[in-house]
């Protein structure tokens, strides 16, 4: 049993760890005793034990992993962060001293394993303390467009481990076995590192040292925000112009847990309201559904005039309903703090059985003061006084009224529908959410200017011949494989003055045509170079091509 308030960490692991250390100080000593006295070769082999190699000469069973693919949901809620639950059981293995040459399973207990799950840019999805028995079972959320997720096991002593789950957010449960071996390197005594409040987690790395409920804070989205947007025209029209602008809210959230990351104690809310374009009125909230026993709410919030005000509530019951910007009119751009702080740590850890306390991302919600109703995102339940209660959140056309993003989002343009901007969303949306998950990185403005496309450059010829002393035109035709819509002229630099003639080369732009009429012979022999290339009709202009012009004595 781990002990709130010692001084070191000496839990159910740690009678075994400190038999563990004395077991290699010991070991070190003799090792610098021996070393220092005469030595017969033959009493240690090397294959027995290697100063500084790893273990890598034992074979670790396979790992075991029995995940569960994610299913199409028999309603589409079009949620866009999604939870996996997440189970891994660590297996120990080592040996009963340096000179075995086999491996043993060993107690779970004897050493602390820390789990770290990170995204593809290196961002914390997730970190806890497996448990003494070895197990550790959580649910992490992520967003829907999917990335490989990283799990880093290490245990002092052992063999860390590094295992990437690819495209981890297309399951619905992820369930590990894997194995970590002891080191087989010479091991230093370890130092027992603090551990004021008992939890398993030393204080260098614990959020509260001296809260055993929190040492870990987890934050939902890893990196940026949540955005959620609304039509606010809810029980009036189909999703309104289903631009998605009326109203936006940029929110994220940390939630402190304990060592195993199953309960939660406190969890704070940062919110910012971005977008108001609608002409009505709102006040947008956050709704908690669900938690066990009382919940305290401190913080700030904006009232109804755009000022901030310190906002606090103890004694309240699920569920909860956090009034954040009174008036949306008066709230662009101001952003507020507030934490919700439990009576007693909430479960959230998905195969407990008990009730679970609510989780990212809530239950945003609009409530639209003109018509008196509220509008949620698709799946959630409605205020307590509200006047549409039961309400789907889905009009006529399968378009929600609500909508999260799991990252910071831009809207359409006001009027603009969704799918002009976003056009991955209709795929999305009505293959219920099966394909084109990420379609909200696909950001496409229909009334930006044309990018520039520069024309197909010139392609030859490289060189052409003229003979002196003809007195007729001749002529060789630049060649450039753009088409004729994109009705190009041809230019050219400076065309040579010809040698001992007031005569000059000419270019008809239209064709092309690189017309010579050559000088009388001279006897002289000489080559002139000449850039040309080819321009549209908004003079965009293609590469340069260099062609050689050779003049020769004539016939």
Known sequence: MKHPGSTYTISSKGVEKVKRTFFYTALIITVILVAGCPMNPSMFDADDFEVGASAAIFTLPDDVSSDTVRSRAAVFEFKTLLP???VIAVDLYGTDGPGDDDIIKLDPSMADVFLRMHDEEGNTVFQGLVGDDGV???????PAAQEDITLSLEAAGFDGR???????VSYEKIVRTLSMLQSRALITARSIQEDADGDGVPDGEDVSPKDPNEAYAIRIPAEGNLSVAFEDLFGHADAGDADYNDFIAAYNITEYVDSSATLVSRIEFDVTAKEKIAGYNHLFGIRM??????????????????YEVPYYRSGIDAPLEIP???????ALGKNVKFTVKFKTPQNIDGN?????VDRAPFNPYLFVWDTGKDIHLVGEETIKDSENPGAVYLDGNNFPW?????VDWDPPAEGERIENYYPDF??????????NEDWYENYVDPNAPAPDVYPYPVTGPGEASFEQGIGAVQTVTLQTDAPAEDNVTFHSSTLPLLYYSNEYATLDPDTGVISVIAAPYTGQQYDEEITVWVEDANGLKSEEFVITLHFVAGS
């Open 402 to 406: 609500g909508l999260l993003v799991p």
């Open 162 to 168: 590094e295992l990437r789950v690819k495209n981890m």
């Open 426 to 435: 209709t795929a999305w949306r009505e293959s219920g959410g099966v394909s």
């Open 352 to 356: 407990a059985g008990e009730v679970i």
């Open 136 to 142: 550790l079972s959580t649910v992490v959320y992520l």
């Open 289 to 306: 559904d669900s938690f066990t026993g009382e919940a305290s709410v401190s913080g700030k919030f904006i009232n109804y005039w755009g």
């Open 324 to 330: 954040v910007f009174k008036n949306t009119s008066k």
């Open 84 to 86: 996996v639950d997440v």
